[in-house]
């Protein structure tokens, strides 16, 4: 649900804003339509109706940042990311809902789609101990406990795929309207942002690790520092793409599927490396190729 929420959104309102005139435009408005449509049309949970209410409220406030002429990609997506945080916790505490609920839900809809794949799982997830009281096998219950550890860092997966979303949807609006509005995106490999954030980074880190977990200033460190470390992941692989562009495509393209394979070892060198440009500004060191323009 979340690319319908956080890119097709954004990507057919931009559209219409910019007076299509070819197929091309009108196919991926209509496929945003009918993908809206038939979201809506599905049975849903709280966990899916928070995606649905976190993705509006992204798309409303990154189409008026836009049209108020903020150029920064990052500093829109970031704006409209907030915004829609704001909102949605708003419309929480307007509609009475609870964190405890959402939390449950999330939990409840990811084992009922492990059970139906997995269907020697226990219909609920057990809680922690049951599985000598009650036969369930320890590897249930240590799935169960790591989703439930996966549902405290909801609210920045969610604020990720809207920092995702915002670059594709900019970057594919760019690439299917005849006529966009706005300054084209630059290159993944030019990706910055303001280096005071790295306190935040800092910060997060030291909150994380010293407020207790089940606390509202823990779990909201948790939060803000799984979101920092993505960011500064990104901005590590940035870094990476540039010292890369000499090289040859054959080697770029082994290193790229080694990265994925083996992806947790390989984001914490993009985040040490992020963390650090904010110092040594690395890519400024780096020449371009030879005939290359950047």
């Given at each position: ?53 976190a ?85 249930a ?14 609210p ?69 520092l ?53 110092w ?15």
């Amino acid at each position: 649900m979340a690319p319908k929420a956080f890119v097709m959104g954004p990507l057919a309102i931009l559209l219409l804003l910019s007076r299509p005139r070819t197929g091309r435009e009108w196919f991926w408005i209509g496929l945003s339509i009918v993908a809206a449509i038939v979201t809506l049309r599905l049975p849903v949970t709280l966990t899916g109706r928070t995606i649905r209410a976190a993705g509006a409220f992204f798309t409303g406030a990154f189409v008026i940042v836009t049209l108020l002429g903020v150029r920064s990609l990052f500093s829109r997506t970031l704006f409209a990311m907030s915004a829609a945080a704001a909102t949605t916790v708003g419309w929480f505490v307007a509609f009475g809902l609870r964190w405890t609920t959402l939390k449950s839900a999330f939990v409840s809809d990811y084992w009922t789609a492990w059970h139906a794949v997995s269907p020697g799982l226990p219909e609920r997830p057990p809680l922690a101990g049951e599985g000598a009281v009650n036969g369930v096998t320890t590897t249930a219950t240590q799935m169960a406990a790591a989703l439930r550890d996966a549902s405290d860092l909801l609210p920045a997966v969610l604020a990720i795929m809207a920092m995702g979303g915002g670059y594709l949807a900019w970057s594919w609006y760019w690439r299917l309207a005849s006529e966009p509005i706005g300054t084209a995106p630059k290159p993944f490999r030019d990706l910055r942002f303001s280096d005071h954030l790295v306190w935040l980074l800092i910060l997060s880190a030291a909150g994380a690790l010293l407020m207790p977990k089940t606390g509202a200033p823990g779990l909201v460190a948790g939060n803000l520092l799984l979101f920092m470390l993505t960011m500064y992941a990104a901005r590590g692989l940035a870094v990476v793409q540039t010292s890369l562009r000499p090289a040859p495509i054959p080697f770029v393209v082994v290193l790229s599927v080694t990265a994925i394979l083996l992806l947790p070892l390989a984001v914490v060198p993009c985040v040490l490396v992020g963390t650090a440009d904010t110092w040594f500004d690395f890519r400024r060191r780096m020449a371009p190729p030879e005939g290359a323009t950047r």
